[in-house]
């Protein structure tokens, strides 16, 4: 923290995606001023800004749109700044925290006692501190004896890892840090487009090409990142397994195998070739639409370089064979000798700004802290040990996250849910939508109404990443910590207070610490031994070393920016092939739905676009849903630039402004999926999961593309006010008009959960 001339800059980090790129916040007095001024309705106690901060190795000091307006979410006319209670008429209304939290207390402990432990689920965010995710899991199974937590984060990354860790024994997003792409020799970069989801990031792959590294790109799309690539492969959507193995059959018959490496340092190749052998590249080219030769170009490129990654991203990840999927890659990487080795490896371009450490210390309903797993006695037993309970005490392993939310309204009634907005981001989302509505009590604790908040029964507001101080972890396996800048507003309390108040309500008066600094003290001693071992990371090294990358099994060892260098992480030290085979989606196009649906993000918006879609510049910048689709397919379609058009699946229906490009394929349509309404995105998507990870098949789905008269005409299959009839906010506690489409902040009688 540096103070000059009247105004104070912390040292902190972006609350958005996994880079956590370091920037600055500058404060000052209101008299002080600064380079620009607030609205005087909406202006926050202290001007603040964010400054560039280079200091900072990912960044450097580089801020995407996102990040150099991250502060104008702090405004008092854009966050929550009181409880909402719904009262009898169904209206959400301002009310004190002890009506609001005795209200929660009850309500959860009721449908405890009345339908089981177990009937009580708990949702949590990839993008809350590693402090408030260990805590959260420690309420769920410490306070509310509930096996039923898990997290959004299991829509991000959750293939990938489990992939990872039965490749390589340990699962962590990159296991080398970012520098490491700029001095690499190529680098196969599958179903990531970081020029529009991490800016940042794209000057590792620009310095690498400009050392004449190759870049091979793997998307449906041309994106801003293909275009920028030596080489871009652009296959069906689904058939990423399938690209695969054709190239492992490619380096195998073209005699790249490195032998001693697969002889030395892993297991399972004869299987893998066996796999590979059955995907010949014809068979492959007539899967995927990949020629053969484009084929052959990506083999040499990254088998004659000295060293190369392979990166995936939510492309061949959000699948519902996404871990077969990643798997293959792995294999790729494995049989040409590209990892273990400096420079090279396989890693996952995680998304959310903490969906590392977010599973890794206890969200996921099989993980317990230090990424432990649920179902080992010992590691039952060092938890239960630091938590002071029983072993027997803890739960046993939940639902997915999706399962979880499915169920909601019948084996699951009550549901508390911090940091995550699944009514935008769940798959078949008006079908989650519903089973939200059909509770008997819903919970919601985040710093603005999502459309979420608006169907709870209780919202609780939180103080946002600028005026409380907590660790993330990023992509890298960096421990960062954001810094506090700011008070906690009047009216708003830390998450870390609102679940020591709740736990207290709820008899359990002990370990929940509100001191962000005493909760990381104790996930330090509950992940000590585990896979991610953070026991020699403290906030005092964090500030002093600019981050601290686990595992980091006590204080004087120095961290581990690159693992899998002498052995990995599996008993014997070698890595696992997979040796995966080609199926189809769960569901291909046909007569009635005749299109693939690919979705994804823009540059100007983030996620379910709860905080993004508040901000002004942002809003200008990315204003709205649209689909994207082919010229000839628009011709076929009689459909021009900017016409509504339907996007039709078996769930059903999403309508969004055309935006033609030839950047994507003619037999497949994409639509962002940041906005609510009529045209949210994940109406449409399919909730198929994969039956290791439990990631939906987000990535892929048959949809009918129709042209419609004009937008309102369409109908909405996806709006939470057609769902729930709209009504008012009573109170002043921050609606706003950011695409909530008159949100549902009253029940309308009859409706599912009206009765609540």
């Known amino acids: 923290m540096t103070t000059?001339?009247?105004?104070?800059?912390?040292?902190?980090?972006?609350?958005?995606?996994?880079?956590?790129?370091?920037?600055?916040?500058?404060?000052?007095?209101?008299?002080?001023?600064?380079?620009?001024?607030?609205?005087?309705?909406?202006?926050?106690?202290?001007?603040?800004?964010?400054?560039?901060?280079?200091?900072?190795p990912v960044n450097r000091g580089a801020l995407c749109g996102k990040g150099q307006s991250a502060a104008e979410v702090l405004r008092r006319g854009v966050r929550l700044t009181a409880p909402l209670v719904r009262d009898g008429d169904g209206v959400l209304r301002e009310a004190e925290w002890d009506d609001a939290s005795d209200r929660v207390a009850a309500g959860l402990a009721a449908v405890g006692r009345a339908h089981g432990r177990d009937a009580v689920g708990v949702f949590g965010g990839g993008g809350l501190t590693n402090e408030k995710a260990y805590l959260l899991g420690k309420f769920a199974r410490v306070v509310l004896r509930t096996a039923n937590i898990d997290y959004n984060g299991r829509f991000c990354m959750s293939s990938a890892a489990a992939a990872g860790k039965a490749a390589f024994g340990i699962d962590r997003g990159l296991p080398f840090p970012l520098e490491d792409i700029a001095r690499t020799g190529c680098v196969i970069l599958v179903g990531a487009n970081p020029a529009d989801t991490m800016p940042p990031a794209l000057r590792y792959f620009t310095d690498m090409r400009a050392a004449g590294g190759r870049l091979v790109v793997v998307d449906p799309r041309r994106t801003r990142t293909a275009a920028e690539a030596d080489l871009h492969l652009q296959p069906v959507p689904g058939t990423d397994l399938a690209l695969a193995l054709g190239l492992l059959h490619l380096l195998i018959a073209e005699g790249h195998v490195d032998e001693e490496f697969v002889a030395a340092r892993t297991v399972g190749f004869d299987a893998a070739r066996a796999a590979a052998m059955a995907h010949w590249p014809e068979r492959v080219e007539r899967i995927t639409g990949v020629p053969v030769q484009a084929m052959r170009d990506a083999v040499a490129m990254f088998a004659s370089a000295p060293a190369a990654m392979v990166l995936t991203a939510r492309g061949p990840e959000q699948q519902s064979k996404g871990v077969d999927t990643v798997g293959a890659w792995i294999d790729l990487c494995l049989a040409a000798g590209k990892a273990g080795r400096p420079l090279s490896g396989y890693g996952c371009l995680t998304g959310q700004g903490n969906g590392?450490?977010?599973?890794?210390?206890?969200?996921?309903?099989?993980?317990?802290p230090g990424y432990r797993m649920i179902t080992d006695p010992a590691a039952r037993a060092h938890v239960a040990g630091v938590w002071g309970v029983d072993p027997d005490s803890l739960p046993g392993p939940g639902r997915s996250a999706y399962e979880l939310l499915d169920s909601c309204g019948e084996e699951i009634r009550?549901?508390?849910?911090?940091?995550?907005?699944?009514?935008?981001?769940?798959?078949?989302?008006?079908?989650?939508?519903?089973?939200?509505?059909?509770?008997?009590f819903l919970v919601v604790t985040d710093v603005v109404l999502s459309e979420t908040a608006a169907l709870a029964d209780v919202v609780l507001p939180g103080a946002q990443?600028?005026?409380?101080?907590?660790?993330?972890?990023?992509?890298?396996?960096?421990?960062?910590?954001?810094?506090?800048?700011?008070?906690?507003?009047?009216?708003?309390?830390?998450?870390?207070?609102?679940?020591?108040?709740?736990?207290?309500?709820?008899?359990?008066?002990?370990?929940?610490?509100?001191?962000?600094?005493e909760v990381f003290d104790e996930l330090r001693r509950a992940s000590a031994g585990g896979a991610a071992d953070y026991a020699g990371i403290t906030y005092d090294r964090i500030r002093a070393e600019d981050g601290v990358f686990w595992p980091?099994?006590?204080?004087?060892?120095?961290?581990?920016?690159?693992?899998?260098?002498?052995?990995?992480?599996?008993?014997?030290?070698?890595?696992?092939?997979?040796?995966?085979?080609?199926?189809?989606?769960?569901?291909?196009?046909?007569?009635?739905?005749?299109?693939y649906l690919t979705t994804g993000r823009v540059l100007s918006?983030?996620?379910?676009?709860?905080?993004?879609?508040?901000?002004?510049?942002?809003?200008?910048?990315?204003?709205?849903?649209f689909v994207e689709l082919h010229p000839d397919l628009a011709e076929r379609m009689g459909v021009g630039e900017g016409d509504p058009v339907s996007v039709t699946s078996r769930r059903g229906r999403a309508v969004a402004p055309a935006r033609l490009s030839r950047e994507i394929r003619p037999d497949t349509v994409f639509m962002p999926f940041h906005w609510a309404g009529e045209?949210?995105?994940?109406?449409?998507?399919?909730?198929?999961?994969?039956?290791?990870?439990?990631?939906?098949?987000?990535?892929?789905?048959?949809?009918?593309?129709?042209?419609?008269?004009?937008?309102g005409e369409a109908g909405s299959t996806g709006s939470a006010a057609g769902e729930r009839g709209g009504a008012a906010l009573s109170g002043s506690a921050g609606a706003s008009s950011d695409g909530l489409g008159g949100a549902v902040l009253a029940r309308a009688s009859g409706a599912p959960g009206g009765g609540r």
């Open 465 to 517: 990443w600028a005026e409380e101080s907590g660790t993330t972890t990023n992509l890298e396996g960096r421990v960062i910590l954001r810094r506090a800048a700011l008070p906690v507003p009047d009216g708003v309390r830390t998450d870390l207070v609102t679940l020591n108040a709740l736990a207290r309500r709820l008899g359990v008066e002990r370990g929940f610490a509100t001191d962000a600094e």
């Open 679 to 711: 045209g949210r995105a994940n109406t449409v998507t399919n909730a198929a999961l994969d039956p290791v990870s439990g990631m939906p098949e987000f990535k892929v789905c048959a949809v009918r593309l129709d042209p419609v008269g004009k937008v």
């Open 605 to 625: 918006q983030y996620q379910s676009g709860a905080q993004t879609r508040r901000v002004p510049a942002l809003n200008r910048a990315a204003p709205g849903p």
């Open 414 to 440: 009550a549901l508390f849910v911090m940091g995550s907005n699944p009514v935008v981001s769940a798959p078949n989302a008006a079908h989650v939508t519903a089973r939200l509505a059909a509770l008997d």
């Open 552 to 595: 980091c099994p006590e204080v004087g060892h120095p961290g581990t920016p690159r693992l899998f260098l002498d052995r990995f992480g599996t008993p014997d030290g070698r890595a696992r092939f997979a040796a995966p085979t080609h199926r189809a989606s769960a569901e291909e196009p046909d007569t009635e739905y005749p299109l």
């Open 356 to 368: 590392q450490g977010g599973r890794e210390h206890g969200q996921k309903a099989d993980q317990l």
């Open 4 to 56: 000059h001339a009247g105004t104070t800059t912390t040292d902190t980090h972006c609350p958005y995606c996994s880079l956590q790129c370091g920037m600055g916040l500058r404060t000052a007095a209101p008299e002080s001023g600064g380079s620009g001024e607030w609205p005087a309705s909406a202006a926050p106690d202290v001007f603040v800004e964010v400054v560039e901060r280079p200091g900072f």
